[in-house]
C-alpha cells in the first residue's frame, strides 16, 4: 500500500483580501504535496479559511454585512487565490461549516470528559487583531503612553466567565514530546523558542467568550462561544472526518506537517498538541514555521498596507516565476523583503537564461540537426557519465531536501545540474560536431535531452504549467512522469514536438519599488 502524507495550510482569517505572504504559505504546501503524488504517495493537501471570532465580527461590522455574508465573500477570496496560485489542494475548510463545528464540539466534549476544561472567570488582556490573551509582563509601551501586545496590537481588559483549558497541566508532557520528537516544532531555531516558552510555565489558557456570539456554541452552555484558535486548528481534525473514524479519510490523521507562519506558532506547537493529548489523539508529527516576507523591513500585512497582491505579480510575471521566485529566493523558516527587481533577476537569469536556453538550445538542434526525433545514445564518456549521473541523482536529492522542507536547497541542487548541463553543452559543441560526428552530436543532445527529462520531472512541484511543457517537449507521456519513470530512458526515434520557449525573459516596467534590469 502507497505511504499516506498529509500535509496543511493555517486556515486563513476572513477579515482582509489575500496577499503574497498569504500565497507564500500555500504554494510551499502544495509543493510538498505535489512531490510527494509525484514520489507516489497518497495525498491529503488542506486549506481553508478562519471564519470565527471577534476579529471576522468586527471587520464585518465595519463593512456593514452580517458575519456570515462577510465570510462567504472573504473566503471566495482565497478559494481564488488557491486557484490563482496553482494550489493543488484536496479539500478547502471553512470553519462555518456543519462538518466542523460537529467535530469542534465533540473535541470540546472529550476535554470537558477528560477533565481538562473547567468553568471559571477570565480576567485580563486581549488583543482582538492577534485573537491573544497576553498577561500584564507581556505587555509593551507605546510610544503614546498607551499599552499594546508585543505584537503592537491594542490590548483590551477583559473580564468575564470563561471555560479554561488546564494548559499548565501539560508542560511536562509537551516538553517530553519535544524532547522525543525532535522534528516535532521545525526549524530548530523556533523549536528552541517553543521550549523555553513552555519550560516558563504555562497558564491555563481560556477558551471560551460571553461577550460575543460569532463562533461555535459551546455544547451545553449557549451563552459562550468557543475561542477561535481551539475552534480553528480544530479544521485540521474537521476535515479528515473527525470524530468518524470509520471516514476514508481518517487514516491521514495525524498531519505529516502543518505549514504555519511564526507568528502562529505557538497555536501550533504547544495548544494545539496539549488539546489532542488531552483528548487522547495523536498529534501531528511536525509543525513547521516559515518566516515573514516585509517590506521595507516590515511585515507584509494588511492592517499595514504594505501587502503585495498575489494577482498582480501572477499577471505580471506568470505563475510559475512566481511560484519559483518565493521559494528560491529566501530559505524557508528565514525572513525576506520582496522585491519585483528581485523576482526578475531570477526569471531572467535563471529561469529564462540557465533552464530555457538549455532546453532551447538542445531542443532546436535536435529539430534541425536530427529530424526532430530523439537521438540515439552513443558510447558514454566521462562527461556524459558525471553529467547523467547527476541528473539521475536529483529525485533522492530533492527528496532529502523537501523532507526538511530545504526547498531552496532543493532548487539549488537542480541548478547545479542546469549549470553543469550549460556548461557541458558549451564545451561538447554539438553544433560543430554537426559536420565532423554526427554519431556523437547525436550522443551528445541525447544526454542533454535526459538530463532535461530528468530536470523537469523534479520541478513540477515547483512550476507544474511550464514543466508540463518541457516535458512534452522533450517526448515524456503524462503517464510517465512520476520520480520512479525516470528509470526507464525514453526510446530514441521518438518524434519530438516543435521546440517552444518556456520562460520568456521579462522586459519592461517592473511595477512596484522594481530597479528591474
Ligand atoms: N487564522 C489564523 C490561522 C489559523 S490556523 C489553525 C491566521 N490567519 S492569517 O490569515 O492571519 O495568517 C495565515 C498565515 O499567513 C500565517 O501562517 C501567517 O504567518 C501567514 N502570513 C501572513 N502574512 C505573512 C507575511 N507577510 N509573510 C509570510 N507569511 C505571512 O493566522
Known amino acids: ?16 483580501a489575500p496577499h503574497i505572504g498569504h ?5 510551499a504546501a502544495d509543493v510538498l504535496a505535489r512531490w510527494r503524488r509525484l514520489d507516489g504517495h497518497e495525498v491529503f493537501f488542506l486549506t481553508g479559511t478562519d471564519e470565527h471570532g471577534q476579529k471576522v465580527e468586527k471587520a464585518a461590522q465595519d463593512a456593514g454585512v ?24 484536496d479539500d478547502f475548510i471553512r470553519t462555518t461549516e456543519a462538518r466542523h463545528k460537529l467535530a469542534c464540539q ?19 488582556y486581549y488583543a482582538v487583531r492577534d485573537e491573544a490573551f497576553y498577561n500584564e509582563s507581556e505587555l509593551v509601551t507605546r510610544p503614546d503612553g498607551g499599552r499594546a501586545a508585543p505584537t503592537g496590537a491594542p490590548v483590551e481588559w477583559v473580564r468575564e466567565p470563561s471555560y479554561f483549558f488546564r494548559l499548565s497541566a501539560w508542560q511536562d508532557r509537551l516538553l517530553a514530546l519535544y524532547e522525543s520528537e525532535p522534528d516535532f516544532v521545525s526549524p530548530s531555531s523556533r523549536r528552541s523558542e517553543v521550549m523555553s516558552f513552555v519550560r516558563g510555565g504555562l497558564n491555563d489558557l481560556s477558551v471560551s467568550r460571553t461577550s460575543f456570539t460569532w463562533g461555535v456554541p459551546v455544547p451545553d452552555d449557549p451563552d459562550h462561544v468557543m475561542y477561535v484558535w481551539l475552534d480553528a486548528l480544530t479544521n485540521y481534525l474537521s476535515a479528515v472526518g473527525f470524530p468518524d473514524t470509520e471516514s476514508p479519510r481518517w487514516p491521514f490523521w495525524p ?12 497555536f501550533h506547537a504547544v495548544y494545539w498538541p496539549a488539546f489532542l493529548m488531552a483528548a487522547g489523539l495523536p498529534v501531528p508529527r511536525c509543525v513547521f514555521s516559515n518566516g515573514w516576507w516585509t517590506a521595507a523591513g516590515e511585515k507584509m500585512s494588511k492592517s499595514l498596507g504594505n501587502a503585495v497582491d498575489a494577482a498582480r505579480l501572477v499577471e505580471t ?20 523583503d520582496y522585491s ?38 552513443g558510447a558514454a564518456t566521462v562527461q556524459d557519465t558525471a553529467l547523467l549521473d547527476a541528473a539521475q541523482a536529483l529525485p533522492s536529492a530533492v527528496r532529502d531536501r523537501l523532507d526538511r522542507l530545504a526547498f531552496h536547497d532543493a532548487l539549488e541542487d537542480v541548478w547545479k545540474v542546469i549549470r553543469a548541463a550549460n556548461a557541458y553543452i558549451d564545451h561538447q559543441a554539438p553544433w560543430a560536431l554537426r559536420k565532423t560526428d554526427a554519431v556523437r ?46 528509470a526507464t530512458p525514453l526510446p530514441p526515434g521518438l518524434a519530438l514536438p516543435a521546440p517552444q520557449g518556456v520562460f520568456p525573459r521579462f522586459v519592461g516596467e517592473a511595477g512596484q519599488g522594481a530597479d528591474a534590469d
Not at 462577510?70 to 493543488?88: C, E, N, T, V, Y
Open 441 to 486: 552530436m547525436a550522443g551528445v543532445l541525447s544526454v542533454l535531452v535526459e538530463v532535461i527529462r530528468c530536470v523537469a520531472t523534479v520541478l513540477q512541484p515547483f512550476m507544474p504549467g511550464s514543466m508540463a511543457a518541457m516535458l512534452d517537449q522533450v517526448g515524456a507521456h503524462p503517464d510517465v512522469r512520476g520520480l520512479a519513470d525516470l
Open 106 to 124: 465533540e473535541l470540546w466534549r472529550r476535554l470537558r470528559a477528560s477533565g481538562d476544561i473547567y468553568l471559571g472567570h477570565y480576567e485580563g
Open 255 to 266: 498531519a505529516d506537517v502543518h505549514v504555519v507562519g511564526k507568528d502562529i506558532i505557538r
Open 340 to 377: 519585483d527587481a528581485a523576482l526578475v533577476r531570477r526569471t531572467n537569469v535563471e529561469l529564462a537564461n540557465d533552464l530555457g536556453n538549455l532546453a532551447q538550445r538542445t531542443l532546436s538542434q535536435v529539430a534541425k540537426n536530427c529530424g526532430g526525433l530523439l537521438p540515439a545514445r
Open 1 to 16: 500500500m502507497s505511504k499516506r502524507f498529509y500535509v496543511t495550510t493555517p486556515i486563513y482569517y476572513v477579515n482582509g
Open 66 to 89: 452580517a458575519p456570515q455574508e462577510f465570510a462567504d465573500r472573504i473566503s471566495k477570496q482565497f478559494q481564488g487565490l488557491s486557484a490563482l496560485m496553482g494550489l493543488s489542494n
Open 317 to 336: 510575471f506568470g505563475l510559475d516565476p512566481v511560484r519559483y521566485f518565493l521559494l528560491r529566493e529566501v530559505p524557508f523558516g528565514n525572513d525576506g
Open 23 to 27: 500565497a507564500y504559505t500555500s504554494v
